[in-house]
T-cell receptor, first 114, second 112 residues
Framework: DAGVIQSPRHEVTEMGQEVTLRCKPISGHDYLFWYRQTMMRGLELLIYFNNNVPIDDSGMPEDRFSAKMPNASFSTLKIQPSEPRDSAVYFC????????????FGSGTRLTVV | EDQVTQSPEALRLQEGESSSLNCSYTVSGLRGLFWYRQDPGKGPEFLFTLYSAGEEKEKERLKATLTKKESFLHITAPKPEDSATYLCAVSESGGSNYKLTFGKGTLLTVNP
C-alpha cells in the first residue's frame, strides 16, 4: 500500500488566493482526519470524517476553511481566501474502524501564504 | 488548559545514555494513549498504543508505560538514528470519538 498520499508537498501562494489541499487515504480506512501543525500550537485537529461524513469540524478555524470527502478515496481541504497566518504544515491521516493502531499520516503539505 | 503536556521540550543525549520522556494527560476517560515518532519533513509515524494503567509496550530500544495520569517513553542505550520528535496523543472514551489530541512533542537529539 502506498500509504496516505497528499498533494501538493509544497504550496506558496499570495494572500487572498484560494488554496486546495488534497488527500488520498489508505484503502479500507473508515476515518479521515485533517490536522495542522505549527511550532507554536503543535498538531491541531481541524476536521474528521467517518465513512465520508463529517463528524467533528469544531477545529476548523473559521469560515474560510472548508473540507469535503466526495468518496472513500479522496478528500480536499480548501482555504478561501488565504491569509499569512494560515502558513503551516497540513497533514491528512486515515485510520481503520478499530483505531487501535493509531492513524497513518501522510507526508504533509507545507503551505506558505505571502 | 492543555489536555496533553510533554516534557522536556528538548533532550540531548550521548549515544548509549538512557533516559525517559514524559507525557501527562488530563481527560475524563481514556480510550487510548498513543506514541508517535516524527522525523523532519515527514508525518508522524505510529509507535505504540496503551489502554490501561500498568500496561507496557516495547519496540527495539523503546518502552512505553502508562499510569492513570501519565505515560513514559523510556529509551535504552539510544543511537543517533533515534533522533526525532516524539509525540504523545490521547483519545477520550465515550461515543464515537476517535479523534486524537496531541502534545507538542519532545525533540530528542542523540549525539554519536
Amino acid at each position: 500500500d502506498a500509504g496516505v498520499i497528499q498533494s501538493p508537498r509544497h504550496e506558496v501562494t499570495e494572500m487572498g488566493q484560494e488554496v486546495t489541499l488534497r488527500c488520498k487515504p489508505i484503502s479500507g480506512h473508515d476515518y479521515l482526519f485533517w490536522y495542522r501543525q505549527t511550532m507554536m500550537r503543535g498538531l491541531e485537529l481541524l476536521i474528521y470524517f467517518n465513512n465520508n461524513v463529517p463528524i467533528d469540524d469544531s477545529g476548523m478555524p473559521e469560515d474560510r476553511f472548508s473540507a469535503k470527502m466526495p468518496n472513500a478515496s479522496f478528500s480536499t481541504l480548501k482555504i478561501q481566501p488565504s491569509e499569512p497566518r494560515d502558513s503551516a504544515v497540513y497533514f491528512c491521516a486515515s485510520s481503520p474502524q478499530s483505531g487501535g493502531s493509531g492513524y497513518t499520516f501522510g507526508s504533509g503539505t507545507r503551505l506558505t501564504v505571502v | 488548559e492543555d489536555q496533553v503536556t510533554q516534557s522536556p521540550e528538548a533532550l540531548r543525549l550521548q549515544e548509549g545514555e538512557s533516559s525517559s520522556l514524559n507525557c501527562s494527560y488530563t481527560v475524563s476517560g481514556l480510550r487510548g494513549l498513543f506514541w508517535y515518532r516524527q522525523d523532519p519533513g515527514k508525518g508522524p509515524e505510529f509507535l505504540f498504543t496503551l489502554y490501561s494503567a500498568g500496561e507496557e509496550k516495547e519496540k527495539e530500544r523503546l518502552k512505553a508505560t502508562l499510569t492513570k495520569k501519565e505515560s513514559f517513553l523510556h529509551i535504552t542505550a539510544p543511537k543517533p538514528e533515534d533522533s526525532a520528535t516524539y509525540l504523545c496523543a490521547v483519545s477520550e472514551s465515550g461515543g464515537s470519538n476517535y479523534k486524537l489530541t496531541f502534545g507538542k512533542g519532545t525533540l530528542l537529539t542523540v549525539n554519536p
